[in-house]
């Protein structure tokens, strides 16, 4: 098969691209996203989420090709997963002179993630209730905080608040996600909105940002993964599923966000940061871990 551009030798099908055009392609769709939707100027002081993995890294590759940009890390302490993850994005950073700061679930919570789980509970759950806080509460010099989202993850987001009912989470989804307007709160942006995870995972590893894919231990267990094991055996018996689920979404986004116009927000009362109750949910279970040592 021939490269649709320059009829070399094809490594991609579907569009069939060679390497270069295919690296083109997707550089081009991340910039066409960011100028569609307003997602950033160059004026922006931008922090990219980061964890090591193949959509942080291809986002991070990308941008810093147009905007600067620094990088925040969480590590929740994971054995034998997060350490190998963050010596990729170190070396990532260093050789492209990136400013990394890395912050710990040990230093800010006083322990690993395992030890913030209560039994039946799944670890995703707390994961990103913690790393969600730790991201907002260390990006608030910064006017975009930008994640490795894919096509894939909010198919599989919409779908999932949709089972669940949960209208105000579906709400806050999109390309700008988050409450911007409230101060307390880092805008958050996905340039990768668009992009199938099979593309970003070839556009990594021909451009040689990552040497080896893995996967956290914990995802397996996650409510996520039975959506997207569901979504990946659909999309493969009826293509376009994915894509049609976004576009349904963004079309039907301005309806939903009326729903949640007049929610209050209010300020944690122990941390200081944005919560819908009087205390936010980081602090809830860092409350319930310190609990287990009062007599």
């Known amino acids: 098969m021939k490269c649709k551009s320059c009829k070399k030798p094809a490594i991609y099908l ?5 390497k270069n055009h295919f690296s083109s392609y997707i550089e081009k769709k991340v ?10 100027k160059i004026s922006d002081k931008i922090i990219i989420a980061a964890s ?7 986002l991070l590759n990308i941008l810093s090709k147009k905007f600067k940009v620094n990088c925040i890390a969480v590590d929740e302490g994971i054995d034998n997963y997060r350490e190998s993850t963050l010596k990729t994005l170190k070396a ?7 400013p990394l700061k890395i912050v710990s679930f040990k230093k800010e919570f006083g322990g690993k993630l395992e030890v ?21 509460k260390h990006s608030k010099k910064f006017d975009k905080i930008c994640t490795g989202h894919n096509l894939d993850d909010e198919a599989q987001s919409v779908i999932m608040n949709l089972i669940r009912s949960n209208t105000s989470l579906n709400a806050r989804g999109g390309p700008i996600t988050g409450l911007s307007s409230f101060e ?9 909105y668009f992009l199938k995870e099979k593309e970003i995972m070839t556009y990594a590893f021909l451009n040689n940002l990552l040497d080896e894919y893995i996967e956290c231990p914990n995802a397996v267990l996650s409510y996520r993964a039975k959506v997207r094991d ?5 999309e493969e018996k009826h293509p376009g599923t994915k894509k049609n689920i ?39 279970i860092v409350n319930n871990f310190k609990q287990q040592f009062i007599w």
């Open 14 to 18: 579907n569009p069939t691209l060679c």
């Open 31 to 40: 910039f066409s996203t960011i100028s569609k939707y307003k997602l950033l």
């Open 52 to 58: 090591g993995g193949k959509d942080s890294l291809t």
């Open 92 to 98: 990532f950073c260093r050789k492209r002179k990136i």
């Open 116 to 136: 913030f789980i209560i039994p039946k509970q799944k670890p995703c759950a707390v994961c990103g209730t913690l790393r969600r806080y730790l991201m907002n």
């Open 184 to 192: 307390g709160f880092t805008q958050k942006i996905k340039p990768l």
């Open 230 to 234: 569901l979504l990946n055996d659909y």
């Open 246 to 284: 976004i576009r349904f979404f963004l079309k039907n986004k301005p309806k939903i966000y009326r729903t949640i116009l007049e929610e209050k927000i209010n300020t944690c009362k122990k941390c200081g940061e944005p919560s819908k109750g009087e205390v936010c949910s980081a602090c809830g």
